[in-house]
């Protein structure tokens, strides 16, 4: 049941506030964690409250005298696998009802913004990073999720772990100014606009006009004109059936007609140069 205000009294006051998000880290090297995660934005949102990070040794869980957390591949092969009863028994101690575990692997889901957001809102991330050849394939059962950075082979689950770490982070309420992570790439499914400070000319490179006009709705124009410009250059494959306002197709119009202008007026200037060179080698 909801508490309702007393007289007077401010009803934000009463309204619950969000709990804190918790993430623990499953890994072989605390190490290569902790001063990174200690450091800049995700060291401000723990000082905050907004989130707590604990990092910890898989090796607590291992087994035997020797807290073995890994062995070799039955069928032969080069390199070992980490073993399912450590991570188990890791799970079976740090796992609640509202967690999600999510398995670092090459082999799954490509982590995106969509993620971050989802996973910013939920209350409890346990993380696991494995390291050698990969886990024992039993393990993946006891995941909720299995996420990649991309399609390359790290020597572990940590960086990822730190990406993914650092983009849910900053993703939570109060992390960071809330209109930062509104205009960021990804967000709106495009790349973000180029951005400029001083000086206004650098190396004969200066800052658009528009940028200095004070007119703000000249500048929200040019930025998502050229936020447009910026994805249909380096990542058309945003633009594959991303629903667009009728603003956007318009702009992105002009961007395809500009570009290719640019493109052929390029192709005209490298053609006459080619023709200048080949007529000076004749002579």
Same mark, same amino acid.
């Given at each position: 049941?909801?508490?309702?205000?007393?007289?007077?009294?401010?009803?934000?006051?009463?309204?619950?506030?969000?709990?804190?998000?918790?993430?623990?880290?499953?890994?072989?090297?605390?190490?290569?964690?902790?001063?990174?995660?200690?450091?800049?934005?995700?060291?401000?949102?723990?000082?905050?409250?907004?989130?707590?990070?604990? %990092?910890?040794?898989?090796?607590?869980?291992?087994?035997?005298?020797?807290?073995?957390?890994?062995?070799?591949?039955?069928?032969?092969?080069?390199?070992?696998?980490?073993?399912?009863?450590?991570?188990?028994?890791?799970?079976?101690?740090?796992?609640?009802?509202?967690?999600?575990?999510?398995?670092?692997?090459?082999?799954?889901? %490509?982590?995106?913004?969509?993620?971050?957001?989802?996973?910013?809102?939920?209350?409890?991330?346990?993380?696991?990073?494995?390291?050698?050849?990969?886990?024992?394939?039993?393990?993946?059962?006891?995941?909720?999720?299995?996420?990649?950075?991309?399609?390359?082979?790290?020597?572990?689950?940590?960086?990822?772990?730190?990406?993914?770490?650092?983009?849910?982070?900053?993703?939570?309420?109060?992390?960071?100014?809330?209109?930062?992570?509104?205009?960021?790439?990804?967000?709106?499914?495009?790349?973000?606009?180029?951005?400029?400070?001083?000086?206004?000319?650098?190396?004969?490179?200066?800052?658009?006009?528009?940028?200095?006009?004070?007119?703000?709705?000249? %500048? @929200?124009?040019?930025?998502?004109?050229?936020?447009? @410009?910026?994805?249909?250059?380096?990542?058309?494959?945003?633009?594959?059936?991303?629903?667009?306002?009728?603003?956007?197709?318009?702009?992105?119009?002009? %961007?395809?007609?500009?570009?290719?202008?640019?493109?052929?007026?390029?192709?005209?200037?490298?053609?006459?140069?080619?023709?200048?060179?080949?007529?000076?080698?004749?002579?």
């Amino acid at each position: 049941m909801t508490a309702e205000p007393a007289a007077g009294e401010d009803e934000a006051a009463v309204k619950p506030r969000r709990q804190s998000l918790e993430i623990e880290i499953l890994t072989l090297f605390p190490a290569m964690l902790q001063a990174p995660l200690a450091e800049s934005i995700p060291g401000r949102v723990q000082a905050r409250g907004l989130a707590t990070i604990r %990092v910890h040794d898989m090796r607590h869980w291992g087994l035997g005298r020797h807290k073995s957390v890994d062995d070799y591949t039955y069928g032969g092969g080069a390199g070992m696998v980490l073993r399912p009863e450590p991570v188990a028994a890791a799970l079976d101690e740090l796992r609640r009802p509202d967690s999600t575990v999510i398995l670092m692997d090459p082999g799954g889901e %490509v982590f995106g913004q969509a993620r971050g957001h989802d996973l910013a809102a939920r209350p409890h991330l346990i993380l696991l990073c494995p390291r050698y050849e990969g886990v024992d394939e039993r393990i993946r059962a006891l995941a909720d999720v299995e996420l990649s950075i991309g399609d390359y082979v790290l020597s572990g689950g940590e960086i990822p772990a730190l990406v993914i770490v650092d983009t849910v982070l900053r993703l939570l309420p109060g992390a960071i100014d809330a209109e930062s992570t509104a205009e960021e790439s990804f967000t709106a499914g495009l790349l973000e606009y180029p951005q400029y400070t001083r000086p206004p000319v650098f190396r004969d490179m200066a800052v658009p006009a528009v940028l200095t006009s004070g007119h703000h709705e000249a %500048v @929200r124009k040019w930025r998502l004109k050229e936020s447009l @410009r910026r994805t249909w250059r380096r990542r058309p494959d945003l633009l594959e059936d991303r629903p667009m306002s009728r603003e956007e197709a318009k702009l992105l119009a002009e %961007v395809s007609h500009e570009e290719t202008v640019a493109a052929a007026d390029a192709a005209e200037v490298d053609a006459a140069q080619a023709a200048e060179q080949a007529e000076v080698e004749r002579r």
